[in-house]
């Protein structure tokens, strides 16, 4: 197993809410649920940052990769924050590494990295990232 990331090599992070539906049958958020936090904060950026219109835009992210490690058992009622960051650019293809905190510590309760290449809607085919696009992620450039 890895270290776990620091909060210092992010500088976007999104809130998460917890849910007691969030829980597994231990007590603590399900695998399964941290991954949707990832996505969550992930497509929030795109919307908000980025000014991608997700259900009707010409452009569409595909996630093509996902895993994650988990350092601590984060459960409801928790408040976390997810830093999102890019680790790669390349083309259509963007590698994301993520990572879900407490608010205010250093160290993740768990981390991820998500790959999502860009498709034309209307084709499915791969497509190079616009300018616009490009720049926004390259904003996201890990710090460590």
Known sequence: ?????????????????????????NGHIAGATVHGYFETALQAFLVEQAELDLRDGELAGVVISSAAQFYALPGFPDVLEVGLGVARLAGSTVEYRLALFRPGEAQALAAGTLVQVFVTRATGQPVALTDALHMTLAGLQLNG
């Open 1 to 25: 197993m890895t270290e776990s990331p620091q909060r210092s090599h992010f500088n976007h992070f999104h809130p998460i809410l917890t849910r007691p539906q969030d829980n597994d049958l």
